[in-house]
């Protein structure tokens, strides 16, 4: 057996058959946000599938005191409806954006597969959002990390701050593309991607493991 296998268009629509479960509010949104001009922003059905199985796995039930999760980079809200999905009872996600525009067309499918009250939405520099954020220090079960990459180290050290023991970290588009295999590329968004992965893959607060689904998504477990 190959130690890597090659998809071809029959085995990627064989993975695509089996990777996902869908919903009719899940599949208007992604077609509503593939039709924008940036429309390669959404994350991949698959992505998202795997994001609401890991919240499920992590989030804690009402009698424990924890309170949820973090989406930094919102976009048009399928990653926070993916997220909110797999979120216990009386659990909330914040979801940190800048756009105003994109989040309104996720807060009305929010409303349509009735998880608007599980969802916070806080609107401006999630820089700023999480200095506000310290008394959540401990408490939070998952975080999902894809907002602007300049900032990747950041998001990375105020999640790992506000998960509990035994919470999960997810950054997307470790890939980016390919291009952090290629050195001679040194752009701002590719260095610190670059340099976020390099940190994670020897960070002691964590156990993780690089997932190659989508863009890659490294996947933490805080200590």
């Given at each position: 057996?190959?130690?890597?296998?090659?998809?071809?268009?029959?085995?990627?629509?064989?993975?695509?058959?089996?990777?996902?479960?869908?919903?009719?509010?899940?599949?208007?949104?992604?077609?509503?946000?593939?039709?924008?001009?940036?429309?390669?922003?959404?994350?991949?059905?698959?992505?998202?599938?795997?994001?609401?199985?890991?919240?499920q796995m992590v989030s804690q039930?009402?009698?424990?005191?924890?309170?949820?999760?973090?989406?930094?980079?919102?976009?048009?809200?399928?990653?926070?409806?993916?997220?909110?999905?797999?979120?216990?009872?009386?659990?909330?996600?914040?979801?940190?954006?800048?756009?105003e525009e994109w989040t309104a067309?996720?807060?009305?499918?929010?409303?349509?597969?009735?998880?608007?009250?599980?969802?916070?939405?806080?609107?401006?520099?999630?820089?700023?959002?999480?200095?506000?954020?310290?008394?959540?220090?401990?408490?939070?079960?998952?975080?999902?990390?894809?907002?602007?990459?300049?900032?990747?180290?950041?998001?990375?050290?105020?999640?790992?701050?506000?998960?509990?023991?035994?919470?999960?970290?997810?950054?997307?588009?470790?890939?980016?593309?390919?291009?952090?295999?290629?050195?001679?590329?040194?752009?701002?968004?590719?260095?610190?991607?670059?340099?976020?992965?390099?940190?994670?893959?020897?960070?002691?607060?964590?156990?993780?493991?690089?997932?190659?689904?989508?863009?890659?998504?490294?996947?933490?477990?805080?200590?």
């Amino acid at each position: 057996m190959p130690k890597f296998t090659t998809f071809d268009n029959s085995l990627y629509d064989f993975f695509q058959s089996v990777a996902f479960r869908d919903d009719e509010v899940k599949k208007s949104l992604r077609i509503e946000s593939a039709a924008l001009p940036q429309g390669g922003m959404q994350i991949s059905p698959e992505q998202g599938q795997l994001m609401t199985v890991l919240t499920q796995m992590v989030s804690q039930p009402k009698d424990v005191q924890t309170v949820g999760a973090i989406e930094i980079g919102t976009f048009t809200g399928y990653s926070a409806l993916c997220i909110a999905k797999g979120l216990a009872e009386n659990r909330t996600l914040i979801a940190c954006d800048i756009s105003e525009e994109w989040t309104a067309i996720g807060e009305k499918h929010w409303s349509r597969a009735g998880l608007s009250k599980k969802i916070d939405l806080k609107l401006g520099a999630a820089t700023e959002t999480l200095k506000t954020l310290d008394h959540l220090k401990g408490t939070l079960d998952f975080a999902f990390i894809d907002g602007d990459k300049a900032n990747y180290d950041a998001y990375y050290e105020a999640c790992l701050e506000l998960l509990r023991p035994g919470g999960i970290v997810l950054i997307d588009n470790i890939f980016w593309g390919g291009d952090v295999a290629d050195l001679s590329i040194s752009d701002p968004d590719t260095t610190a991607i670059r340099a976020v992965a390099n940190k994670v893959a020897v960070d002691s607060r964590v156990d993780c493991s690089l997932i190659p689904v989508a863009d890659g998504v490294f996947m933490a477990r805080k200590r």
